[in-house]
Every structure is written in structure tokens, then in C-alpha cells.
């Protein structure tokens, strides 16, 4: 079975810094695997952004794509990280 992945709020994650509310972390066993958030420049009807933290890249493609719901990000990240 796969890790469950928990989206933690940018500002609740980073404390330093500013962030939208639309930005989250994504964690798997309480590290930081990923992130989502509403891009500002992002393909039409695909707002959220999805990318793989920088540890969580090798041997993986894609490591960051768009989707229309935050939840269809999420899938997509899951879809990623599990190979």
C-alpha cells in the first residue's frame, strides 16, 4: 500500500516568507515530497501546479505537471511518487 500523502499549508509548513493561500506542501511520513499550488501562469482550465521536491527527482518523468483541481493534483503526485 502506499504512503498516504498530507497537504500541509504553505504558511503552517514555511513559516518564513509570505504565502497564498493555494500553496501547499506535500508530505509522506512527515517530509517534504512535493508541493501544489495555484499557478499564476499555468495552461487554461489547469490552474494547479504539482512538482516533485528536488530529492524525489531521480529516475522520475515527469517531476511537475498542471491539473484543473487541486485534488487531480494531488492524484497526479501520488501517481509520481509511487513509480
Known amino acids: 500500500m502506499a504512503q498516504p500523502l498530507i497537504l500541509k499549508p504553505a504558511s503552517a509548513s514555511r513559516p518564513s516568507g509570505e504565502w497564498n493561500d493555494d ?8 517530509a517534504v515530497v512535493g508541493r501544489i499550488m495555484k499557478a499564476a501562469a499555468a495552461p487554461v482550465d489547469q490552474p494547479w501546479m504539482w512538482t516533485l521536491a528536488f530529492g524525489q527527482h531521480e529516475d522520475r518523468a515527469p517531476t511537475h505537471g498542471y491539473a484543473a483541481t487541486r485534488e487531480a493534483a494531488m492524484a497526479a503526485s501520488r501517481e509520481e511518487l509511487a513509480g
Open 23 to 30: 500553496d501547499y506542501d506535500v508530505l509522506a511520513d512527515g
